[in-house]
């Protein structure tokens, strides 16, 4: 992740635009081809620069970005599939890669996306400890990468410890990212609180705590009362779990030999429809399914501004995407369907 996530939004280029001073002539970032009496990097001597080594010379954050061969890290392994080149990227590749996006959350707005000022503001609002950067994803998403776990934590968890947080009047639901991040599959992973009642004191200890979350699922933090323990009556754990499969609801404690059976009370854990792979309602009344009638639409009066709002934030200039990408052609029947 970047150092400075705040300030990470940066004007797109695309290239195509003049090269800055500096960039020796005709050889110009996305200008006209190097006509035939102007030497390619190529064909020049050892003693001449190389075009990438005057391409790094002259870096233009405005600009595209060069590959240079140094920062390049060998990865994926070049092959075919049914004639067609592919590479293959190895899971370790592939949590390396995630892993450098640090705490990351897709949300997601199931009828109309808010302007980029709203969602700053929004965002603002909520009044995180550490910085956090946004982007629109797509014409129903965002990606929002946390500095601090704690901030992740509560933008998962939601306020009231449910995972919707309202933009205006836009509700905005929220997932943990991760590579298989899927835009018409909501992922199962949410920050769920549990109480453990009548933990024996003893355990009220980070290490200890830690132990016991991660019996299930991941554990992300303790409530304050937890930590300092002022409150022993139970211990309070904000864990990651799997919400399309019923969490235990009992572990057992061997202490030295003896067992004891703790019970798990977990805060609401949202529904999981694993018929249409989203959050909010269960498989046996899925309309998406067919196993009830669809809901009416939703009207929302509010129609996200399309001016521009410089100044507003971060991603001035940037707004909502407001067609839908083309990302595939996978739900080609969307047209009217009610999204979820
Ligand atoms: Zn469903």
Redesign the pocket.
């Given at each position: 992740m970047e150092g400075t996530l705040r300030n990470g939004s940066r004007p797109r280029n695309d290239g195509g635009t003049k090269a800055d001073n500096g960039v020796p002539p005709k050889v110009g970032e996305g200008g006209p081809l190097p006509s035939a009496n102007i030497p390619l990097a190529g064909r020049q001597s050892n003693q001449t620069k190389s075009m990438a080594d005057m391409v790094r010379e002259t870096p233009n954050p405005e600009g595209p970005q060069a590959f240079v061969p140094e920062n390049i890290q060998s990865m994926g392994y070049a092959t075919t599939s049914n004639k067609i080149p592919a590479i293959y990227f190895s899971g370790a590749e592939i949590q390396k890669l995630a892993t450098s996006l640090g705490h990351a959350i897709v949300g997601k707005f199931s009828h109309s996306i808010p302007a980029s000022h709203q969602i700053q503001k929004a965002l603002d609002n909520i009044k995180f400890c550490r910085g956090f950067s946004w982007r629109y994803i797509n014409a129903k998403h965002i990606f929002v990468q946390f500095e601090d776990i704690t901030d992740y934590a509560r933008f998962l968890s939601g306020p009231k410890g449910t995972p919707i947080w309202y933009i205006d009047r836009h509700p905005m639901r929220v997932f943990k990212w991760s590579p298989d991040f899927d835009a018409y599959c909501e992922s199962p992973i949410a920050a769920i609180w549990c109480n453990l009642i009548g933990l024996p004191i003893h355990l009220f200890d980070q290490s200890a705590l830690f132990a016991i979350g991660k019996l299930l699922g991941t554990p992300i933090q303790v409530d304050r009362a937890t930590a300092n323990k002022t409150r022993l009556s139970f211990a309070r754990i904000c864990v990651e779990i799997d919400i399309s499969k019923p969490p235990p609801e009992e572990i057992i404690l061997d202490i030295c030999g003896r067992e004891t059976v703790q019970q798990v009370r977990w805060d609401k854990i949202p529904s999981y429809?694993r018929?249409?792979k989203?959050v909010g309602?269960k498989?046996d009344v899925?309309?998406?399914?067919g196993k009830t009638d669809r809901p009416p639409k939703r009207n929302y009066s509010v129609i996200p501004s399309k001016q521009s709002h410089r100044g507003a934030g971060e991603n001035q200039g940037e707004q909502a995407p407001q067609k839908q990408p083309q990302y595939g052609e996978r739900r080609s029947t969307s047209t009217n369907v009610e999204p979820?």
């Open positions: 429809c018929d249409c989203h309602h498989s899925c309309y998406a399914a979820r």
